[in-house]
């Protein structure tokens, strides 16, 4: 359920994100879903190669490292993967903004030849 909550508000962010700064939206939107999803992915695999090492790769097959408590870990590394994304996409459109206001205000009075 959280999930699709997730999702949504994934979803809500980008497409604000990029009207704002006149981007596609869908693209924004799976690059923000894309981002979660390989935060999460990448978070698990870090832990158990770290438990692995720490406590051996036998004791990954016992059923200690199953829980509520690992999935809420992850989801939370996640958020702040796609936040981290969110805040460089917002960054990198503020400074695209500035440089087409810029190159407007340079060519003010300017005027093309034909």
Known sequence: MFGFLFIYWIWKAFSNLAITYKKNKWKYFFFGIGSYLFVLFF????????????????????????????????????????????????????????????DEIENIGLMEEN
């Open 43 to 102: 978070s698990a695999i870090i832990f158990v190669f770290i438990m692995g090492i720490l406590n051996g790769f036998d004791a990954l097959e016992s059923n200690d490292y199953e829980g509520r408590e690992y999935d809420l870990l992850f989801t939370v590394f996640a958020v702040l993967g796609c936040y981290g994304t969110y805040k460089f996409l917002e960054h990198k459109g503020q400074k695209e903004k500035e440089l087409e206001e810029k």
